[in-house]
């Protein structure tokens, strides 16, 4: 029934851990700090960068790149779904965690992956100017980057 | 207040005080059936004969007996009367005239019950849909409040003379151990008492005649009572000490036994009723068991498979709502035969023909759901019938017949 | 193979998931997320993408039950995977705050399912609220859906025999309604 242990992340952010019940990541005006600076060093790491929401698991908007509030809070949905469904796929094939989740259409790509040892998504859009190495490996950087701050301004 | 297993006519009381009630009930549950005639007693106005005082006003219907009970040496009406303060042998003689008034109304090929109940106009919102508390007891009973004290009265103040009721409301909520139940006046010895031999049988299909009478009256009792729409409590009694607690203003029941296993071979079975106050506390555990799981059980086992006495065969029915088949014990049938009538006027050969039933279990489906308050009356009678073409599903049958083998259901 | 997709529809916690983890033959697929949202629902994982359950039935007909988001952030999953289907599960728990809006909403949303095939409502955890009655379920679909005879039930999601009794009723009153109007069309 529950499925808690099947998800690859189950921790918040460390500071709360003393509290019964957890400020989600959403709410939590560190953690939105966090995201802010973490998406604003991004866009300066890369030029073909379209958009960026980092969101909780269940699909609520943490922080955007983008202004568009309606915009970002669905992509926040859609990511979330998205990155469950190839958890499932996943776990159905029997192949590991996800690592990263990558949508290639004709004029961008969507890339998305977790925040290690958070219950947190990046999704980013780039427009097709750019390689998928080099996204990927900046995504990479992004997300280590936020796990990082977060844990290192929490301590 | 109490029924007698062989009661043929029931007995109206309206607008008599709660001592007057009291007496009539007490006389007719010891003196009545010994002297050759019993009746069930109903706090209605759409019984066979009718006790209400001269000086209220009342018309009866055509097919009921109105007994006049003449208060304060007041001046003597025509027809049936009885003088306050009524005694054993004047009632029995005047209730005696009324059975010899209805035995002569009857029409002699009927084969069913006599006991008559008057039947509602279901276009209007059916009595016993009133769910909710709340609105419910706002609402006025219309034709049973205005100076009939009787109607309001706490059933179990003047129950004295039977120590298990005597207890207050509150007290009869927790289910304590019962005293014991005397058994009702010509009973013979206890029967064995076993539970059903098996308990998917419902307890009127193999026993004897009696017992099978018995429960047409209960089924006749409640649906008056509900038809009525008046706050009211009821017990059936069950002779091998078995109770069933009804509080209509809740909807709910308490049984201490499961239904299924509510004796197939008793032979005696009561049903005492009265109104309440709606701010009376509940004579049931709340939330108690739905009363559609009862009246499911007593319908659909009720009248040998014939339809009940309220229905016409020449009508057609429709489910106004769907069965709540989760809390009802219902086999696969039930949900073919509620889709059937759940979407089209029926009549219980058109019903057993839609659903692939006999048409005895179609009578008894039909008995059910208008006991439960369920059933539309289409007033049309002209409208053509619906006719079923086979199912257009492959030859192997529809979904439904798979899935049913499927899970073994 | 005759494909018969159900969609299991329903405000959060309604027990969409727990319902087809009761009907499913096969292991479910499930996309649970760590629920951040407890004043909703206080349970610790929510669906953020489908939940997914078969029953087959011999070697010609499979039943997809497919279990929503019930979050209304989620809405493009219920566009998605609502054009497939022929049935659906209404479940509504009676712990909710408002669960007859919840219950408008959702028929506001699925409503015309009933057209396509059919639709059953659950009313859910009424162990935990005994209020609203089922009644009051029944009366707003009569108000809503004036016309159409759609079943309500309460049902435990937990318990398979009680999702069962909702399955077969919605098949049984999809099967007949086709049957009646074959009829008509024949008679006409
Ligand atoms: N007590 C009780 N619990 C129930 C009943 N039905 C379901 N539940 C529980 O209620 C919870 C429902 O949770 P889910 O099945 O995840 O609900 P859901 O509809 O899938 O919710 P979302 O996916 O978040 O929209 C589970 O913990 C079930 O065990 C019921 O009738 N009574
Ligand atoms: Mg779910």
Redesign the pocket.
């Known amino acids: 029934?529950n499925d808690l242990a099947n998800l690859p992340h189950v921790q918040f952010s460390g500071q709360q851990a003393s509290s019964p019940q957890p400020l989600s990541p959403h709410k939590d005006p560190h953690v939105i700090a966090c995201a802010n600076e973490v998406l604003s060093g991004f866009a300066d790491l890369c030029r073909s960068l379209h958009h960026a929401t980092i969101l909780t698991d269940d699909g609520f908007e943490v922080a955007s790149l983008a202004d568009d509030v309606r915009q970002n809070g669905r992509v926040a949905s859609m990511a979330s779904s998205m990155q469950a469904l190839g958890d499932a796929v996943a776990k159905d094939l029997r192949i590991g965690a996800t690592e990263y989740i990558i949508i290639a259409a004709t004029t961008g790509y969507v890339i998305q992956m977790r925040v290690p040892d958070n219950s947190m998504v990046l999704a980013a859009h780039f427009d097709a100017a750019e390689t998928v190495g080099k996204a990927l490996s900046v995504a990479r950087l992004v997300a280590t980057n936020m796990r990082t701050l977060i844990s290192s301004e929490a301590a | 207040m109490v029924s007698m297993t062989k009661a043929r006519h029931s007995l109206g009381l309206v607008g008599l005080s709660p001592i007057e009630c009291a007496k009539i009930a007490m006389f007719i549950e010891t003196e009545a059936e010994a002297a050759g005639c019993p009746w069930l007693v109903l706090h209605s106005d759409s019984c066979d004969a009718l006790i209400v005082p001269s000086d209220v006003e009342f018309t009866a219907d055509p097919y009921q007996v109105l007994i006049r009970l003449v208060r304060y040496n007041g001046a003597p009406t025509g027809g049936l009367a009885i003088t306050a303060p009524v005694n054993a042998p004047d009632l029995i003689d005047i209730l005696s005239q009324a059975q010899e008034q209805l035995g002569k109304r009857q029409v002699p090929a009927q084969a069913g019950p006599s006991l008559r109940v008057k039947m509602e106009d279901m276009e209007t919102v059916p009595a016993n849909d009133h769910y909710d508390a709340r609105s419910y007891f706002g609402a006025q009973a219309s034709h049973m409040t205005n100076g009939s004290a009787a109607l309001k009265a706490d059933p179990y103040a003047y129950a004295s003379h039977e120590e298990h009721l005597s207890s207050q409301p509150s007290a009869m909520a927790t289910p304590a151990p019962q005293p014991a139940f005397q058994p009702f006046p010509g009973s013979q010895a206890s029967h064995s008492p076993q539970p059903a031999h098996n308990p998917a049988t419902h307890a009127g299909h193999d026993a004897h005649g009696e017992f099978c009478a018995a429960w047409d009256q209960i089924a006749v009792a409640l649906y008056s009572i509900v038809q009525n729409s008046a706050p009211a409590v009821a017990e059936i009694r069950i002779e091998n000490l078995d109770m069933i607690r009804i509080d209509f203003r809740f909807r709910a029941y308490n049984s201490r036994i499961p239904l299924e296993h509510v004796s197939a071979n008793g032979s005696r079975i009561a049903i005492r009723s009265t109104l309440v106050e709606a701010f009376r506390p509940p004579i049931v555990n709340l939330p108690g068991e739905s009363l559609d799981k009862l009246f499911w059980f007593i319908g659909s086992q009720a009248f040998h498979g014939m339809g009940a006495p309220w229905m016409k065969p020449e009508d057609r029915y429709r489910l106004r709502r769907w069965p709540n088949f989760t809390e009802l014990n219902h086999a696969v049938a039930d949900m073919r035969a509620a889709a059937a009538i759940g979407n089209c006027f029926l009549n219980a050969a058109e019903l057993s023909a839609a659903a692939g039933i006999t048409p005895e279990a179609a009578t008894r489906t039909l008995n059910a759901y208008s006991l439960m308050g369920l059933l539309e009356i289409q007033t049309d009678r002209t409208a053509a019938p619906v006719v079923f073409a086979p199912p257009p599903e492959r030859a192997s049958g529809g979904l439904f017949s798979k899935l049913r083998s499927k899970l073994g259901l | 193979m005759t494909e018969h997709v159900i969609l299991?529809a329903?405000?959060?916690?309604?027990?969409?998931?727990?319902?087809i983890?009761s009907l499913s033959e096969i292991e479910t697929i499930r996309t649970?997320a760590i629920?951040t949202d407890r004043e909703t629902?206080d349970?610790d994982?929510?669906?953020?993408a489908l939940?997914y359950g078969e029953i087959t039935v011999g070697d010609e007909d499979k039943v997809r039950l497919y279990?929503?988001?019930?979050?209304r952030r989620f809405d493009f999953m219920w566009t998605i995977l609502n054009e497939r289907a022929v049935g659906l599960v209404l479940?509504v728990?009676n712990d909710a705050a408002d669960p007859i809006k919840d219950l408008d909403e959702f028929l506001e949303e699925f409503g015309e399912l009933h057209e396509k095939g059919g639709i059953v409502v659950c009313v859910?955890?009424?162990?935990?609220a005994p209020i609203p009655r089922i009644d009051k379920y029944a009366e707003r679909v009569r108000e809503l859906m004036p016309g159409r005879m759609i079943p309500v039930f309460?049902?435990?999601?937990?318990?398979s025999d009680q999702m069962r009794t909702c399955l077969m009723s919605l098949i049984a009153n999809i099967e007949m309604t086709a049957m009646i109007a074959a009829s008509e069309e024949r008679a006409a």
């Open positions: 029934m | 299991f329903g405000p959060m916690g309604a027990g969409k998931t727990t319902a983890e649970e629920n629902a349970k994982t929510t669906t953020v939940d279990g929503l988001p019930g979050q479940l728990n859910t955890r009424t162990d935990v309460t049902a435990d999601a937990r318990n």
